[in-house]
């Protein structure tokens, strides 16, 4: 064991090394990380950030290291104090070139990081080529309407908190908000646009490749801001395709269900809509496919049966303050409930 | 009445603190005693006192919050908190050491050392300035009354509509803030046009504006930025509370209403705030650095002209706090552009301050090592601030930790960080005893430890990913052992502020005597007593070039400065009034005596304001009567003013 340990040891430099720099490790250990992107977008944003980054460090090491320098280098100390220094006259080594040296260092540094910034703000102020694919987010306390839009209007739905979109192709999003301020933020694919009331913000991102990216509302937002968050999942173009057409389907549920689906529908369907059935409310997320996503409550628990009845029988022990009722729904009922939505795939 | 009335000659004379003619003069300027002198001083060394203790109240209530908080955060999925009662500790959080602390700090220390370091014997208006000390202190109780009650403020110092508005934030938590900061707003404006005018009109004679303290620049430069900003944010509190109490749609979105109005207001007036938290604690560094490292000041004009710069410039980036908002692609460029550029005169005091330590014999005290240690935090929060400039960075950072990174590092770095050492420097000469250093070593390494151990990893919080305000944090981010370090970085820099606190107690009672001059600074305060009498000077000292107390020494400059043979001015309360550019004599200036007005004006403003929280019309109309006929009793003109000219006849 105490092998094992110094051998770990020895590693520790390297382990953290490739935490920082390892894409794959990198993202594992710490999956909100920008300075790691896996798009266009946030990879010319990742670059802009090192450098400014690398740079702020350089000047943060060399002014340290001036002001320890100089304090140390002729310095008295306390018990001297006694003997009372002389102010020096300015004509000896008046100084001010180093004002005009240093500044002038630094403003050369300040020209060159704005227009690293200009050139980066240019090239992702539209995406590369344009979008085939316009999804809207839509905010509210505390979770993601998501609808994704299409010239044929059959083709039109709404899921929630959490977004398909398919590798390599630049997708446009248009943000907006039923309430208060939120901001859409997927760390990993690029920057992050607020929603804002009165008025829809667009923006851009696209993923290079496959994977499950978690995003957060990252604009203060009440009392459940902290449980608003996302998941992005990006597919291959056929995957996606398959998805969509899957999530157009309405719901089937299957006839031992059908207890289920009228209790669902009567307890639940004022707020949440599942198309297919009379459940048709709006205020709450469309659970029509529930089951085909990872998380319930914004990304707060892993979508497991066990987590899914917790939630329903006491949202407001998981999420204080969110705009759910804690109903009072008898244990049978619960299991017929959870029963029909288990069947929403 | 001729003006003839007025015309007087007042004789040159040499008097020293302990000449027959300071009897007289302490007779006139000292506070009357009993509960009618402790409450009605215009004395601005009582008053500056006043303020720093209420500052440094607020700080300990402020940082209590603070490590309430990061008990809640110190793990992932804690429920230490309720997540109202974290939102309510993050945003009083703020309110208080933004608006309660930072400011009013270094306002103390103005109040104090403004007529001592220019050579007077007090503020330009006394009672405005116990007024002013008067409403913040009752702001700062107004705020703090929303706990009482149990609607503390719970939307953050930013405090958006529509989040802000009466549909989702029904409770009075909101117009406590609102009505809070416009009554803070008052003080703060009145307190900035008393530095103003004093700065223009009461200096020594020959104090020209090439001659004065550069602590004196900074703080006036921020009062003018003060008395520009201010109108924003009140205007913006206003309408919220009107949006609020009577559905007027200046925010309300359901009303045609324009949220993000409110955060072109908000910003307008709090990032300029930002410089006018840290640019007269640069000040304090600008001021006393060099008298440790026993020379002046490496180029005194251009560090004051940069001060001016970043005022004026700190008015046209605003908009970096919103680049997340969907703004034109111009107006982001320009803005990004200005917020790069602001760093230039930044710039240029880190470098003076560099070259004046490698260019000096650096005397390592506490205050020292604050200064030096400031420098180092300063960059810090200054090239992480450049940072969130670029942009495209910004979109990514802002609203993360690494913004909370930032400004705890501006904050206690460049506010915190100067006041200790003002502290270690000007506690000397507030009380005469001078502050342990031993203690002052352990106070100044806790507190540099516990700031960067709390915050130099939470910059890689923010880099994590993690959202700032929000209450809890799952399990599985990469975001757990710098929140913990967070955490224990926060309580040792707790334990350092808790050294201070103990050494003030300490030195108070039993630290060294100081005597007028311990240090052996250069400028004027120096000479008193300390601490001063109520009359500052036996005479009016004059002066004849930046340093008049090493002006011998350094043999620099023509004239010489006279702080033993100056004007006496004993006939009344008074101040000799100078021009604004060459401080030459101008006129005598009559001072009041203490007032009790100040306070039943503050008093009955508070009630105004207490009125309008509660919605109850008749108790803020009756205050509004009071106050106006409180003022009208301040106002009236008195003999002993000159104020009225039948006094001349005598």
Same mark, same amino acid.
């Given at each position: 064991?105490?092998?094992?340990?110094?051998?770990?040891?020895?590693?520790?430099?390297?382990?953290?090394?490739?935490?920082?720099?390892?894409?794959?490790?990198?993202?594992?250990?710490?999956?909100?990380?920008?300075?790691?992107?896996?798009?266009?977008?946030?990879?010319?944003?990742?670059?802009?950030?090192?450098?400014?980054?690398?740079?702020?460090?350089?000047?943060?090491?060399?002014?340290?290291?001036?002001?320890?320098?100089?304090?140390?280098?002729?310095?008295?100390?306390?018990?001297?104090?006694?003997?009372?220094?002389?102010?020096?006259?300015? =004509?000896?080594?008046? !100084?001010?070139?180093?004002?005009?040296? #240093?500044?002038?260092?630094?403003?050369? &540094? +300040? @020209?060159?990081?704005?227009?690293?910034?200009?050139?980066?703000?240019?090239?992702?102020?539209?995406?590369?080529?344009?979008?085939?694919?316009?999804?809207?987010?839509?905010?509210?306390?505390?979770?993601?309407?998501?609808?994704?839009?299409?010239?044929?209007?059959?083709?039109?739905?709404?899921?929630?908190?959490?977004?398909?979109?398919?590798?390599?192709?630049?997708?446009?999003?248009?943000?907006?908000?039923?309430?208060?301020?939120?901001?859409?933020?997927?760390?990993?694919?690029?920057?992050?646009?607020?929603?804002?009331?009165?008025?829809?913000?667009?923006?851009?991102?696209?993923?290079?490749?496959? =994977?499950?990216?978690? !995003?957060?509302?990252?604009?203060?937002? #009440?009392?459940?801001?902290?449980?608003? &968050? +996302? @998941?992005?999942?990006?597919?291959?173009?056929?995957?996606?395709?398959?998805?969509?057409?899957?999530?157009?389907?309405?719901?089937?549920?299957?006839?031992?269900?059908?207890?289920?689906?009228?209790?669902?529908?009567?307890?639940?369907?004022?707020?949440?809509?599942?198309?297919?059935?009379?459940?048709?409310?709006?205020?709450?997320?469309?659970?029509?496919?529930?089951?085909?996503?990872?998380?319930?409550?914004?990304?707060?628990?892993?979508?497991?049966?066990?987590?899914?009845?917790?939630?329903?029988?006491?949202?407001?022990?998981?999420?204080?303050?969110?705009?759910?009722?804690?109903?009072?729904?008898? =244990?049978?009922?619960?299991?017929?409930?959870?029963?029909?939505?288990?069947?929403?795939? | 009445?001729?003006?003839?009335?007025?015309?007087?000659?007042?004789?040159?004379?040499?008097?020293?603190?302990?000449?027959?003619?300071?009897?007289?003069?302490?007779?006139?300027?000292?506070?009357?005693?009993?509960?009618?002198?402790?409450?009605?001083?215009?004395?601005?060394?009582?008053?500056?006192?006043?303020?720093?203790?209420?500052?440094?109240?607020?700080?300990?209530?402020?940082?209590?919050?603070?490590?309430?908080?990061?008990?809640?955060?110190?793990?992932?999925?804690?429920?230490?908190?309720?997540?109202?009662?974290?939102?309510?500790?993050?945003?009083?959080?703020?309110?208080?050491?933004?608006?309660?602390?930072?400011?009013?700090?270094?306002?103390?220390?103005?109040?104090?050392?403004?007529?001592?370091?220019?050579?007077?014997?007090?503020?330009?208006?006394?009672?405005?300035?116990?007024?002013?000390?008067?409403?913040?202190?009752?702001?700062?109780?107004?705020?703090?009354?929303?706990?009482?009650?149990?609607?503390?403020?719970?939307?953050?110092?930013?405090?958006?509509?529509?989040?802000?508005?009466?549909?989702?934030?029904?409770?009075?938590?909101?117009?406590?803030?609102?009505?809070?900061?416009?009554?803070?707003?008052?003080?703060?404006?009145?307190?900035?046009?008393?530095?103003?005018?004093?700065?223009?009109?009461?200096?020594?004679?020959?104090?020209?504006?090439?001659?004065?303290?550069?602590?004196?620049?900074?703080?006036?430069?921020?009062?003018?930025?003060?008395?520009?900003?201010?109108?924003?944010?009140?205007?913006?509190?206003?309408?919220?509370?009107?949006?609020?109490?009577?559905?007027?749609?200046?925010?309300?979105?359901?009303?045609?209403?324009?949220?993000?109005?409110?955060?072109?207001?908000?910003?307008?007036?709090?990032?300029?705030?930002?410089?006018?938290?840290?640019?007269?604690?640069?000040?304090?560094?600008?001021?006393?650095?060099?008298?440790?490292?026993?020379?002046?000041?490496?180029?005194?004009?251009?560090?004051?002209?940069?001060?001016?710069?970043?005022?004026?410039?700190?008015?046209?980036?605003?908009?970096?706090?919103?680049?997340?908002?969907?703004?034109?692609?111009?107006?982001?460029?320009?803005?990004?552009?200005?917020?790069?550029?602001?760093?230039?005169?930044?710039?240029?005091?880190?470098?003076?301050?560099?070259?004046?330590?490698?260019?000096?014999?650096?005397?390592?005290?506490?205050?020292?090592?604050?200064?030096?240690?400031?420098?180092?935090?300063?960059?810090?929060?200054?090239?992480?601030?450049?940072?969130?400039?670029?942009?495209?960075?910004?979109?990514?950072?802002?609203?993360?930790?690494?913004?909370?990174?930032?400004?705890?590092?501006?904050?206690?770095?460049?506010?915190?960080?100067?006041?200790?050492?003002?502290?270690?420097?000007?506690?000397?000469?507030?009380?005469?005893?001078?502050?342990?250093?031993?203690?002052?070593?352990?106070?100044?390494?806790?507190?540099?430890?516990?700031?960067?151990?709390?915050?130099?990893?939470?910059?890689?919080?923010?880099?994590?990913?993690?959202?700032?305000?929000?209450?809890?944090?799952?399990?599985?981010?990469?975001?757990?052992?710098?929140?913990?370090?967070?955490?224990?970085?926060?309580?040792?820099?707790?334990?350092?502020?808790?050294?201070?606190?103990?050494?003030?107690?300490?030195?108070?009672?039993?630290?060294?005597?100081?005597?007028?001059?311990?240090?052996?600074?250069?400028?004027?305060?120096?000479?008193?007593?300390?601490?001063?009498?109520?009359?500052?000077?036996?005479?009016?000292?004059?002066?004849?070039?930046?340093?008049?107390?090493?002006?011998?020494?350094?043999?620099?400059?023509?004239?010489?400065?006279?702080?033993?043979?100056?004007?006496?001015?004993?006939?009344?309360?008074?101040?000799?009034?100078?021009?604004?550019?060459?401080?030459?004599?101008?006129?005598?200036?009559?001072?009041?005596?203490?007032?009790?007005?100040?306070?039943?004006?503050?008093?009955?403003?508070?009630?105004?304001?207490?009125?309008?929280?509660?919605?109850?019309?008749?108790?803020?109309?009756?205050?509004?009567?009071?106050?106006?006929?409180?003022?009208?009793?301040?106002?009236?003109?008195?003999?002993?003013?000159?104020?009225?000219?039948?006094?001349?006849?005598?």
């Amino acid at each position: 064991m105490g092998k094992s340990r110094t051998r770990l040891l020895s590693r520790a430099p390297l382990i953290a090394a490739g935490a920082l720099f390892a894409p794959a490790t990198a993202h594992a250990n710490a999956p909100m990380n920008y300075l790691q992107s896996f798009g266009p977008k946030a990879h010319e944003i990742a670059n802009l950030t090192w450098a400014l980054l690398i740079l702020s460090i350089l000047v943060v090491a060399i002014i340290s290291a001036l002001v320890v320098v100089g304090a140390m280098r002729r310095r008295v100390l306390p018990p001297d104090r006694e003997v009372r220094l002389e102010p020096i006259s300015r =004509g000896s080594g008046s !100084g001010v070139l180093w004002i005009y040296i #240093g500044v002038g260092l630094s403003t050369l &540094a +300040l @020209l060159g990081a704005m227009v690293w910034t200009g050139y980066t703000m240019a090239v992702i102020q539209r995406p590369p080529r344009a979008p085939k694919l316009t999804v809207e987010i839509i905010g509210h306390q505390w979770w993601w309407q998501v609808r994704y839009l299409s010239g044929d209007s059959s083709r039109v739905f709404d899921t929630a908190n959490e977004i398909h979109i398919p590798v390599g192709e630049p997708v446009q999003f248009k943000v907006r908000t039923e309430d208060v301020i939120h901001s859409f933020w997927v760390p990993p694919l690029g920057d992050k646009i607020d929603l804002i009331p009165s008025q829809t913000n667009v923006t851009w991102l696209e993923v290079g490749e496959p =994977g499950t990216y978690r !995003g957060q509302c990252a604009e203060f937002c #009440g009392q459940q801001h902290a449980h608003m &968050a +996302l @998941l992005a999942v990006a597919d291959k173009p056929d995957d996606f395709q398959r998805w969509w057409d899957d999530q157009l389907k309405p719901a089937v549920s299957a006839p031992q269900a059908a207890l289920g689906e009228t209790l669902f529908t009567v307890r639940c369907g004022a707020c949440h809509t599942v198309r297919g059935t009379r459940a048709g409310g709006r205020l709450g997320p469309d659970l029509t496919h529930v089951m085909s996503r990872q998380t319930i409550a914004a990304a707060t628990l892993p979508n497991k049966i066990a987590y899914l009845s917790g939630w329903i029988s006491d949202p407001q022990r998981i999420k204080p303050g969110n705009l759910m009722p804690t109903l009072d729904i008898s =244990g049978p009922e619960l299991e017929q409930i959870r029963g029909f939505l288990a069947g929403l795939k | 009445m001729s003006s003839i009335a007025y015309e007087r000659s007042a004789a040159l004379e040499t008097a020293g603190y302990d000449s027959p003619a300071t009897s007289k003069l302490e007779q006139l300027w000292k506070t009357k005693p009993g509960l009618f002198g402790w409450l009605g001083t215009v004395d601005h060394k009582q008053l500056g006192k006043r303020y720093l203790i209420t500052a440094f109240c607020f700080l300990i209530a402020g940082g209590i919050e603070a490590l309430v908080m990061r008990l809640q955060l110190a793990r992932p999925n804690q429920h230490l908190l309720t997540p109202e009662q974290y939102n309510e500790l993050f945003s009083m959080h703020g309110i208080t050491m933004i608006f309660l602390y930072a400011q009013p700090v270094l306002s103390g220390f103005s109040v104090f050392l403004f007529p001592l370091f220019l050579g007077t014997r007090d503020l330009a208006f006394p009672r405005l300035n116990s007024f002013s000390y008067y409403v913040y202190l009752f702001a700062g109780l107004f705020l703090y009354a929303s706990f009482l009650v149990g609607a503390v403020p719970n939307d953050g110092w930013f405090n958006y509509p529509p989040n802000a508005l009466k549909l989702y934030n029904p409770g009075p938590n909101i117009d406590f803030y609102a009505l809070g900061m416009i009554l803070l707003g008052i003080s703060t404006t009145v307190g900035a046009a008393n530095f103003l005018v004093t700065w223009l009109r009461l200096r020594a004679p020959g104090m020209s504006i090439n001659r004065l303290p550069i602590l004196t620049w900074s703080t006036t430069t921020t009062s003018v930025g003060i008395l520009f900003s201010v109108p924003a944010v009140s205007l913006a509190f206003l309408m919220l509370w009107l949006d609020r109490q009577f559905g007027t749609h200046f925010f309300d979105p359901a009303g045609r209403g324009q949220p993000l109005l409110w955060q072109h207001l908000f910003w307008m007036f709090a990032h300029p705030w930002v410089y006018i938290v840290v640019l007269p604690a640069m000040g304090f560094v600008s001021e006393a650095l060099p008298i440790f490292c026993r020379r002046p000041l490496v180029g005194y004009t251009v560090v004051v002209l940069a001060t001016v710069a970043t005022m004026v410039m700190g008015f046209g980036v605003w908009l970096h706090h919103m680049f997340a908002t969907g703004l034109p692609f111009l107006a982001l460029s320009f803005f990004s552009g200005a917020s790069m550029v602001i760093v230039i005169p930044s710039a240029v005091a880190v470098f003076a301050w560099v070259a004046t330590i490698w260019t000096g014999r650096p005397v390592v005290t506490t205050a020292l090592l604050f200064f030096a240690g400031f420098i180092a935090m300063f960059v810090i929060g200054g090239v992480s601030g450049f940072m969130t400039a670029a942009v495209p960075s910004d979109r990514q950072m802002t609203d993360t930790y690494f913004v909370v990174a930032h400004i705890h590092y501006v904050l206690i770095g460049i506010n915190l960080f100067p006041v200790m050492g003002a502290l270690y420097v000007w506690f000397p000469k507030m009380t005469g005893r001078l502050l342990d250093e031993r203690i002052g070593r352990w106070n100044f390494w806790l507190v540099f430890i516990g700031l960067n151990v709390a915050f130099l990893p939470m910059h890689w919080t923010g880099l994590a990913g993690m959202p700032r305000r929000i209450y809890t944090y799952p399990d599985g981010l990469g975001w757990n052992t710098v929140n913990m370090l967070t955490t224990i970085g926060a309580f040792i820099l707790a334990i350092g502020v808790l050294v201070l606190l103990i050494n003030i107690a300490v030195s108070r009672a039993r630290g060294a005597l100081a005597g007028p001059n311990p240090w052996d600074g250069p400028t004027l305060e120096w000479t008193t007593p300390s601490p001063p009498p109520s009359y500052n000077f036996a005479v009016i000292p004059a002066v004849a070039s930046q340093n008049p107390l090493w002006e011998g020494r350094l043999q620099e400059g023509l004239g010489h400065s006279s702080v033993g043979r100056g004007l006496v001015l004993d006939q009344g309360k008074e101040v000799l009034a100078t021009t604004p550019l060459d401080a030459e004599p101008d006129a005598i200036l009559k001072m009041p005596q203490d007032s009790l007005a100040p306070l039943v004006v503050a008093i009955a403003l508070t009630g105004l304001f207490a009125g309008l929280l509660v919605a109850w019309w008749w108790l803020a109309g009756l205050c509004a009567v009071v106050t106006l006929a409180s003022l009208v009793v301040w106002l009236w003109p008195e003999p002993a003013l000159g104020q009225i000219a039948v006094a001349a006849n005598d």
